[in-house]
């Protein structure tokens, strides 16, 4: 069975781009590269692939000769994330590996610098500094939240479950896309920007790695460390693989709490604690497939109506226009963006 990643919302990518100060001329040529058209980045509701945003991801990194693009106070130069990946793994468990990111941070600059607490059961790491004159703080604070937990999940050779993320600022509009990208509930309006996880986790051994993996691992960021695959320890997950082997059914939240061993109040329940619901899981699968099988299938409008289940071409072209602002062809063609 195909599984569909999940879109990236283009307000997100323009406040990314914003960051990074490149000039207008040269942005149209890297998002060309990138197979991404200008006209799509400016429509207010239009999505990226995860593979468009990675690949935009890398060319500002060799255009920048920056590994956090526009992120951090000043360039993190190439070969900077190799050196720290190289460090780590020479320790002898993830919590001497963090110790070591933690003086290597204070090595580095004065711009990052996190702590970890250790308790009993659940162990916390958290943003202690960032640069805060940045075009958007938000976003400075999630990447380098991800990029802690992507490379502490590669150096011990398995996905770290978060127990909770707290972020020290507003509820975003767009909350509910965080259920696919932080592995755990999300709460925001703390104190502190900080991961929670088992404290078990810092006591796993650092696995051994070749060289060709760490060369696999930096080439292919931040696509193997920004995004989450989907995992049976969140229930938003669970739906929505459920939901994708009956993309061309009428499932209900009552079917699909039956399919999960779940009765329809729990379901609902649990999902309010992700921070999201079934209709919103719904509504973004159907969504995202149907960017995804305009952006890189031949397939007709028609026949995607007809594998996401809508009754008809119209009720398709009303739903697509929420999701997007604009019509299924106007959006497959702003996408064209043939590559060089």
Avoid: C
């Amino acid at each position: 069975m195909t599984t569909y990643a999940t879109t990236i919302p283009v307000t997100y990518v323009r406040s990314f781009l914003e960051g990074t100060g490149v000039a207008p001329l040269e942005l149209g040529r890297i998002l060309h590269l990138a197979g991404i058209t200008e006209k799509l980045l400016s429509l207010p509701d239009a999505r990226l692939t995860q593979e468009q945003f990675s690949a935009l991801f890398q060319l500002l990194v060799l255009h920048l000769d920056d590994e956090m693009p526009g992120l951090y106070g000043r360039p993190l130069r190439r070969g900077t994330l190799k050196v720290l990946a190289i460090l780590l793994l020479d320790a002898p468990n993830l919590q001497a590996a963090l110790r070591r990111w933690q003086q290597f941070d204070h090595i580095l600059s004065d711009d990052f610098s996190f702590s970890i607490h250790r308790g009993d059961a659940v162990s916390s790491i958290t943003l202690n500094r960032f640069p805060r004159a940045v075009v958007s703080a938000r976003l400075v604070q999630e990447f380098h939240m991800k990029l802690i937990h992507g490379i502490a999940s590669w150096v011990i050779n398995q996905k770290i479950a978060l127990e909770r993320v707290d972020f020290a600022f507003q509820r975003p509009q767009d909350a509910s896309e965080y259920v696919f990208i932080f592995p755990g509930p999300v709460y925001f309006n703390q104190p502190t920007t900080a991961m929670h996880i088992k404290s078990s986790y810092l006591d796993e051994s650092i696995q051994y790695r070749s060289q060709n993996d760490l060369h696999d691992f930096l080439l292919n960021a931040p696509q193997n460390w920004f995004f989450v695959p989907l995992n049976q320890t969140m229930v938003s997950h669970q739906v929505r693989k459920q939901l994708e082997t009956r993309l061309d059914e009428a499932t209900s939240i009552q079917s699909t709490a039956h399919a999960l061993n779940f009765s329809t109040r729990t379901l609902g329940r649990r999902l309010a604690d992700e921070g999201t619901s079934f209709h919103q899981i719904k509504d973004a699968l159907r969504r995202d497939v149907a960017i995804q099988r305009l952006i890189k299938t031949k397939d007709s409008v028609e026949n995607i109506a007809v594998a996401l289940g809508f009754g008809s071409t119209a009720a398709f072209y009303r739903a697509f226009h929420l999701w997007t602002g604009g019509t299924p062809r106007s959006y497959r063609l702003r996408n064209i963006a043939p590559r060089n």
